[in-house]
Each structure stands twice: as C-alpha cells, then as structure tokens.
C-alpha cells in the first residue's frame, strides 16, 4: 500500500509516517517526491511517499490525516523466494558474482516494487562485500543494475544489500550531518566531507535543508564527489 506524509524535513515525514502507520522505519520504503529548502521567508518542506507491503497499515491513520494513497506501484515484503525468471536470474547472477570473488552467499530479494527491487546477501563474509564505506557493495550494485539492463529491464533500479548496511549507513550520515552543521555554524566556517556517491551526498544534502544559517554543495568531479557545509553568507 501507498500512504503520502508531509513535514519540514524528511526525517520529520518518516517520522510522522512510522508513528501513524505503526511500523518500524526499515519496514517501509520512501520516495522523496517533493523538496522544498528552507529560506528567509519560506519553511523547509519535504513530501514523501510510503511504499509499504504490511496490507493492515492504518488506513484509518491515513484517513484521519488527510494522506492521499496512490495507486502507481506496490513494494512487496515478506517473499524473498524469486517469483518470476527475471528475479530468478537476478538472484542466481549476484550469487554467482560472490562466490567466483571468493565469497559465496546467499541471495534472496528483500523488497520488490514497480520499478525497484531489493536483493539481500547472507555471508558470513559481508565485511568484505561491503567494503570500506561501502565501495565493494557499490561496485556490485553496479554490476547488477548493468546486468538487469541486458535483461531488458532497463527501467528497473536493483539495491543491492547484507547485514543492513544501507540503513545502518543511512542512520551514520545523518548523524555525521548534524555534528558538521553544528561545527559549521559555531566557526561561521565550512567544513569539507570525504568524496560520497550520489545517493549519501542527496542524504547530506536533504537532511541539512531545513537548518537556515547552513547549505551544502558537491565539489568535485567523476561519481565520488565531496560535500562542503558552509555557514550561510560565507564566501563560497
């Protein structure tokens, strides 16, 4: 089922959409649909829709609330067996990938969605898939979306995940966000962060959206790009 939240920052949204549908945060998947940075005269504000599979969600919640739900596609939890032969090639190509790097696993889909779907390793060598700061789980996720696109399925993105890395990961940014912001704001200076790929560069960039005295911008060139974090008004 789909469910639409509002708040001034995205974490307030998920937040509001854990508290009012009763789950947990890694039960449901996010989609950022709108994104609005707080200024001088205008608050911060972020839309978010919510893909979740739990059927028995609170629609009354949704309801009361005033959240429109979609129809456009549905994130399933809950089978991680393949239930067609494109997540059946999916599955057995990552774990071929694994165990001729050395490193055999399980695989198993962990979410799957209109145009998304999730694919969880179980090794007890995910240290190493994962890599530092994840670059060998990045890697492999590259892999597969090149080769989900040989499959004809060029409009369908794969995250590739084990031990919970993403989120774990997700939660690290956020944290490491708000500590340079609040260097940045008590030296009026800016701070560089190390080179991210897109995905945590958008993180650091959404979660500092709502605080007014700070903004960020990527430097750099090529995927690895770094985030600086400046006291508003410096010289850039």
């Not at 959409?17 to 009763?22: K, V, Y």
């Not at 260097?183 to 995905?199: D, T, Y």
Request: hydrophobic share 35%; net charge neutral; charged share 35%.
């Amino acid at each position: 089922m789909e469910f639409e939240f509002e708040g001034r920052t995205e974490k307030e949204a998920i937040d509001k959409a854990a508290e009012e549908l009763g789950l947990e945060k890694d039960e449901f998947d996010v989609e950022i649909l709108e994104t609005q940075k707080q200024g001088l005269f205008k608050k911060g504000y972020v839309r978010i829709r919510v893909h979740t599979g739990k059927p028995g969600a609170s629609a009354v919640a949704s309801s009361e609330s005033g959240h429109r739900q979609g129809n456009v596609s549905r994130a399933v939890f809950g089978k991680p067996e393949p239930q067609n032969d494109y997540e059946e090639k999916m599955t057995e190509f990552t774990a071929g990938l694994i165990e001729r790097m050395g490193y055999p696993g399980k695989v198993s889909v962990l979410f799957r969605d209109k145009h998304k779907i999730g694919l969880k390793i179980d090794s007890e060598h995910s240290s190493i898939l994962i890599g530092k700061k994840g670059k060998n789980l990045d890697a492999l996720q590259l892999l597969l979306n090149i080769y989900s696109g040989r499959l004809g399925k060029d409009d369908m993105r794969v995250i590739l995940d084990t031990e919970n890395y993403r989120i774990r990961r997700e939660e690290s940014l956020v944290r490491l966000a708000y500590n340079v912001a609040e260097k940045v704001r008590e030296s009026r200076s800016s701070i560089l962060l190390e080179p991210m790929n897109p995905f945590d560069r958008w993180l650091i960039h959404t979660t500092l959206n709502d605080i007014g005295d700070v903004e960020t911008k990527s430097e750099g060139d090529g995927l690895y790009k770094q985030v600086r974090v400046y006291y508003r008004g410096l010289s850039r």
